[in-house]
């Protein structure tokens, strides 16, 4: 799963922080969790559609 | 592997779509989100099969381009 | 060819398709067509002219 | 190699930097851009940790997705 | 192969001439759009030769960078 | 050094050269060497701060 973890990060990291400060606050923090699970969310709702087109 | 080439089509159609379809992320993957990333899969896997059909059709055409 | 149609697929699904819809109408698929052999012409643009400098 | 993978990283963190800190080249990096490359590297660090961290809570979770 | 690392460089060139040179793709390749491809893959190439060029007259510099 | 000669090509020209022309004139020329000093000046930067980072 490195693969799907150094894409969380580039996208979330992209998503949650325009720009970088000196410390990642609470609302970035509150950011990054929420993007994880809705890119994991992304990544199991494309597998099931490009399982469903590909059988 | 078998599998691992779907995974690797997986996180490409979902950089993809995530970059077409996703807003702010929110608490929950929300209907209009959702129903955007299954169009835009579905969509870009009959973009591919148009190419590739449509390539097939020209392919004459096409290999004498490739080998200039 | 492989990498050609992966390239092909990505770039006109981008310019072709700004918010994927239940079914690819006539206009879109008009696009990818042109789109595409745009870019076959783009690529044999690009190896005559990359050719010319290396010789 | 260790420093393969070490450079490899640093490659792809410049990169993203890059884009996120630098607007115009000058004849110097001010202090400004390096402040800014610096945080940048950090939090994108502390981004990565955060999410590798909290997968571990909910690995049985991801696995099962993983899986599906 | 000689012949990939040929194809290699121009799916990159074109890759990223198309992004800068090309607009609404239309019915045919426009003069206009075929002059900035043929000047961006010329510039592109005159931007790297620039740069080893460069990079030549001061690689003792440049080896004590990479060394830290 | 091969990676980062590509690297510093791209981002060079991304952000020298907004429309190729016929030629590159003294000011692109003198925007590129600018910008890649300043990509290894970066380069540098982002490896001392990772490195002083898994330490």
Redesign the interface.
């Known amino acids: 799963?490195q693969?799907?973890?150094t894409?969380?990060?580039?996208?979330?990291?992209k998503?949650?922080?325009a720009?970088?400060?000196?410390?990642?606050d609470s609302s970035?923090?509150k950011?990054?969790?929420?993007?994880?699970?809705?890119?994991?969310?992304?990544?199991?709702?494309?597998?099931?559609?490009?399982s469903s087109?590909i059988q | 592997t078998q599998k691992q080439r779907f995974q690797g089509i997986v996180h490409s159609l979902t950089d993809q779509c995530w970059d077409i379809c996703m807003e702010k992320p929110s608490s929950r993957l929300d209907s209009k989100t959702s129903f955007c990333i299954t169009n835009c899969v579905d969509r870009f896997i009959d973009t591919s099969n148009f190419v590739v059909n449509r390539l097939e059709k020209t392919q004459s055409t096409f290999s004498s381009e490739l080998d200039n």
């Open positions: 799963a693969e799907l973890l894409k969380i990060s580039e996208k979330c990291f998503k949650c922080i720009k970088p400060s000196s410390s990642l970035e923090q950011c990054i969790a929420m993007c994880m699970d809705r890119y994991m969310d992304s990544w199991n709702l494309v597998s099931k559609a490009y087109r």
